[in-house]
C-alpha cells in the first residue's frame, strides 16, 4: 500500500512535494518524494493500491486525474479512503476505525496506508472494464506510384490482416468477449478494431509496433468519475422505501454516503427483504410519507429496525433538492432515496455523537443499532458489550438466576423475529403457488425479450457495418469530386484552346484580331510532344514552340515532321539531325525571339504577320541553302570530272 499525502507545494504549481508511506501490513516505510519520483516508484514496484484522502492531491482537476488513472499500472488502484463523491474528514475516518491520526503530511499518509489496507475506502475509476484494441498500418502506404507502390501497398493491407486475425484468434482462445469492425482496403485492411469485454491485463495481446503494423491498447473512458467500495460488507445502513406497483429500495451507510438503490414492479416481499439483506443490516427504514404505509411497516418489524418518518409528506422540490448529487432511473428511486438520506439527516448528530464514545478498534454499527433501534443509551450498550467479552474470557457460566443482559434480550427479541418471518414464510409459500403461471409466463416473456434483443444486437452490428461502408463511399465520393474538379478546369482550358485554334477571332476586340494561336511543348522530345498532344491536340497548321529545342533525334523530329505543323518555334538550336530531317520534310523553324509570344497559362498566342514573316525568311533560307547546296553539288561534279580527266591522259 502507498499512502501518499501533499507535504508542501501546489498541486497545481510544477513541483509539490509529497509524503509517501509504504505500507505492507507489518513494516512502514516513509519518505518526501518529489511527484517525478512518486511516479517513478508507481510505476517500478507497482502496488495494489495508492491511497490519499483526497484524490486532487494527485491532480489538479478531472483532466489531469484521467491521465494519472490512465499511467497507472494495470494492477495498481487509486483508492479515496475518506468516501466517494462526498468525502469525511479523514480524522473521522481514522477514529472509527481505530487508526492513529495526525495533522502532520506524514501521519495522514500513514493513516490512508492502513485505512486502505483494512479495505476501507472507495476505488476511484474513470475507465469501463471495455477496451479497444486497435491493428492498424505501422507506416505510410504513399509511395511514387506504379506498379512497385501497388505491391507495397497492398504488402502493408495484407499484413495488418494477418495481424488482424492473429488478435481476433488470441482473443478467442482466452474466451473473451469481444465486436470487431474493419475497414478493408486494397490487399487487405487499413485497421480493425476490437471492443474487448475485460481490461487490458486480461486481454493475452501487447502494444508493439512492427515495421508494416502497430498495435494499439486502450481502455474506454467513463463520462465521469466512478467510485467503487473496496469491500462490501454488511454493515449496518439506514433503508428508505417507496411501496406500490413499483416498489423502490435505498441504502444508506451510517457515514451518509449512497450505497445502493434499485427499484422493481415484479420482485414480491421476500425478494425485496433479500436484497437489503444482502447489502447490509438495518437500522433505521425510512418512508417519505406519514403515517407509514402497512408495506414498509412490516420491512421495519421483520429487521427489527426504528422507523422514521417525516412530519409530513416530504414535498418533490424537497425530494429533489436532497438528491439531486445521486444518480436515479426513475420518481419511486428518488423518493426512496429521499426518504433514507432524509432519514439520516435526521439521525447524523447522534451517530457522530456515538461514534465520539466508541473505543477505538470496536465498530460502531453495532453500538448505532442498540441505541438507535434497540432504545439503549451509548454507555449501557457498550458495558454490554464489555461484559460479554469478559464472559467469554472467563469461560464460566453462573447457574444463579440474575437479570436477562442486553445480548440476551436481544437474543430473544430475534427469536421472536424468527417466528414472525417463519409466520410471514407460510405466507409466502401460498402466494408462490399462486404466482407460478406468471412467473411461467414471465418466462416466456423473458425469452421473447432475450430473442429481440438478439436482434436489434445484430441490427445494430449491421447498422455500424452500413454506417463504416457509408464512410468509406462518402471519402471515395469526395475524391472523385475532386477529380471531377481537375478535369473540368482542364475542360475549360482545352476549350479556350479550341476557340484559338477554330475561331475567327470575330468575337473578340478589335485590337486582338490578327492573332493566332500557340501551342507550348516544354521539350523537343517525343514523350514531351505525346504528352502534349493527350492534354490539348496537336494537328496539321499549327504554330508549335520548344521552350528546349535541344537534344531531340532525328525519330523525335519525324514524329513532329508527321504533325506538319505550320511553323516550329525553338528556343535553343537544334542537333543536326533534327534540323535536317526538318529540313527535308519542309517544316518551316524560327528563333521563338523573333516572333512575339503572349502566354495565359497553357495558352499562348502570337501576331500573325510576325508568324508569315518568319515562315517567310525561312523559305528564303532555304532557297539560299538549295542554291548553295546546288553550286556545291557542281563544283563537286566539275571537279571529279577533271580528275578523271587527268588520270586517262
Known sequence: ??????????????????????????????????????????????????????????????????????????????????????????????????????????AE????????????????????????????????????????????????????????????????????????????????????????????????????????????????????????????????????????????????????????????????????????????????????????????????????????????????????????????????????????LSAYDDHEDQIDRIAAKVPPKAEVGPI?????????????????????ESDDEAGETSHEPRELTPEEKKIRRLEARVERLESHTEDLKDTIASKNDRIDEYERKLERARSEQRTEARKRREVTRLERENDRLQRELEDERERVEDLEGKLERLKALWKLDHSNFADVSEKREGLVPVKIVEKFTTEAIRDADERFGLASGDVIMFRDATGAGRSTAERLADIDPRLVLRQGGLSDASDEVLFEQRVPVADAEEVTVQEVDELAVAREREVDAAIEEWNDWVAERKRERNQQMVDRLISEHRASDRGES
Open 109 to 340: 499518509a500513514e493513516a490512508a496506508a492502513r485505512l486502505a489496507a483494512g479495505n476501507v475506502g472507495y476505488e476511484v475509476s474513470a475507465f469501463t472494464d471495455t477496451t479497444e484494441v486497435k491493428v492498424a498500418r505501422g507506416r505510410s502506404t504513399g509511395g511514387g506510384g506504379g506498379f512497385s507502390e501497388d505491391r507495397y501497398t497492398r504488402r502493408i493491407h495484407g499484413a495488418v490482416k494477418t495481424t488482424a486475425r492473429e488478435v481476433e484468434s488470441d482473443l478467442d482462445a482466452a474466451g473473451l468477449d469481444y465486436e470487431k469492425a474493419v475497414t478493408e482496403k486494397y490487399g487487405g485492411y487499413a485497421n480493425a478494431v476490437f471492443e474487448v469485454e475485460g481490461r487490458p491485463a486480461d486481454i493475452p495481446v501487447s502494444e508493439h509496433r512492427n515495421g508494416d503494423t502497430r498495435i494499439e491498447i486502450e481502455r474506454l473512458q467513463r463520462d465521469g468519475i466512478e467510485f467503487r467500495p473496496l469491500a462490501k460488507r454488511r454493515d449496518h445502513v439506514l433503508v428508505g422505501v417507496d411501496p406500490g406497483t413499483t416498489t423502490a429500495v435505498a441504502i444508506v451507510g451510517l457515514e451518509g454516503s449512497v450505497l445502493d438503490v434499485y427499484s422493481t414492479r415484479t420482485d414480491d416481499t421476500a425478494a425485496v427483504t433479500e436484497w437489503i439483506v444482502e447489502r447490509g443490516r438495518p437500522v433505521v427504514v425510512a418512508a417519505d410519507v406519514t403515517p407509514m404505509p402497512n408495506t414498509v411497516e412490516k420491512l421495519r418489524r421483520s429487521f427489527d429496525a426504528a422507523g422514521w418518518v417525516p412530519d409530513s409528506d416530504l414535498p418533490v422540490d424537497e425530494k429533489q433538492h436532497r438528491t439531486r448529487e445521486v444518480p436515479y432511473d426513475n420518481d419511486h428511486e428518488r423518493d426512496a432515496l429521499a426518504a433514507a
Open 1 to 106: 500500500m502507498f499512502g501518499v499525502d501533499v507535504q508542501s507545494g501546489d498541486v497545481r504549481g510544477d513541483a509539490p512535494s509529497y509524503a509517501l508511506v509504504i505500507f505492507d501490513g507489518e513494516t512502514l516505510e516513509r519518505d518526501v518524494v518529489s511527484r517525478r519520483k512518486l511516479r517513478r516508484l508507481i510505476d517500478s514496484r507497482e502496488p495494489a493500491i495508492v491511497a490519499t484522502d483526497n484524490m486532487y492531491e494527485l491532480a489538479s482537476d478531472k483532466d489531469e486525474l484521467v491521465n494519472v488513472l490512465r499511467e497507472l499500472p494495470a494492477g495498481t488502484k487509486l483508492v479515496q479512503v475518506t468516501g466517494d463523491e462526498r468525502p469525511e474528514p479523514l480524522s473521522r475516518v481514522a477514529k472509527r476505525h481505530g487508526v492513529p491520526y495526525d495533522k502532520q503530511p506524514m
Open 368 to 388: 448505532v443499532a442498540d441505541v438507535v433501534a434497540g432504545e439503549h443509551s451509548v454507555e449501557s450498550a457498550l458495558a454490554a458489550r464489555e461484559d460479554d
